[in-house]
């Protein structure tokens, strides 16, 4: 069975920028997943950073931005604030409407 | 506005049935799949499934598949989990979230969520 890996934890100064990944324990993260990245606070409902691999969900500020680098897609914080501080989720398209979540990163901003 | 609007929290026994709810307001609600996802406490995002509201095409995870039945009622804009014998591990958050979704290329786009569902099973 896939799995889709994240880092578990990153920490990030504040205004600085931080990048996080989502790879597959087998092979490469390629654009035909139609990666998504969410943000969730404790007790909160997940919500929509990016979708389609590189598309800003509306209302999402420009220093959220995604990428594929090298083998797996990667989303970047630029000038990180305090109130990112959150869980970070991937999930791909595997296909047959079959969706995989990563297993979340956990990311400190201080 | 765009909203999903989960049910309450529930608290329920082992082995009791359980279906909880999902109503969508703001848009068409046949033009978009319902998707479900369970997080346990303290634990990731885990997806269950889908639904199409439209003609109740539904995908399951291949770990939900058997565990639960989803469900869509249209004429009420409302989309259902139900579970016909619950168990200690359905203990959980789950959250409905809206899906744009091309099913031939795999394209989606979830961009609306619930507030979640509290679910929790003891003796």
């Known amino acids: 069975q896939t799995v889709v890996t994240q880092e578990p934890a990153f920490s990030v100064s504040p205004g600085g920028t931080v990048t996080l990944t989502c790879g597959l324990s087998?092979?490469?993260?390629?654009?035909?997943?139609?990666t998504s990245w969410f943000q969730q606070t404790p007790g909160q409902a997940p919500r929509a950073l990016i979708y389609?691999?590189?598309t800003r969900s509306s209302g999402v500020p420009d220093r959220f931005s995604a990428s594929i680098l090298g083998n797996k897609a990667a989303l970047t914080i630029t000038g990180a604030q305090a109130d990112d501080e959150s869980d970070y989720y991937c999930?791909?398209?595997?296909?047959?409407?079959?969706?995989?979540f990563g297993g979340g990163t956990k990311l400190t901003v201080l | 506005e765009v909203q999903l609007v989960q049910s309450g929290a529930e608290v329920k026994k082992p082995g009791e049935s359980l279906k909880i709810s999902c109503k969508g307001s703001?848009?068409?609600?046949?033009?978009?799949?319902i998707g479900w996802v369970r997080q346990m406490p303290g634990k990731g995002l885990e997806w269950m499934g889908i639904?199409?509201?439209?003609?109740?095409?539904?995908r399951y995870s291949r770990s939900f598949q058997g565990q639960v039945t989803m469900t869509a009622d249209k004429s009420i804009s409302t989309a259902y989990v139900q579970w016909s014998s619950l168990k200690a591990s359905d203990t959980g958050m789950y959250f409905c979230?809206?899906?744009?979704?091309?099913?031939?290329?795999?394209?989606?786009?979830?961009?609306?969520w619930g507030k979640g569902t509290t679910v929790i099973v003891s003796s």
């Open positions: 979230a809206r899906i744009e979704m091309a099913p031939i290329t795999g394209y989606f786009n979830m961009d609306v």
């Open positions: 703001g848009y068409s609600f046949t033009r978009y799949w």
């Open positions: 639904i199409h509201p439209g003609d109740s095409d539904t």
């Open positions: 087998s092979g490469s993260v390629a654009t035909s997943y139609y």
């Open positions: 389609n691999t590189y």
């Open positions: 999930v791909l398209n595997m296909g047959s409407g079959n969706w995989v």
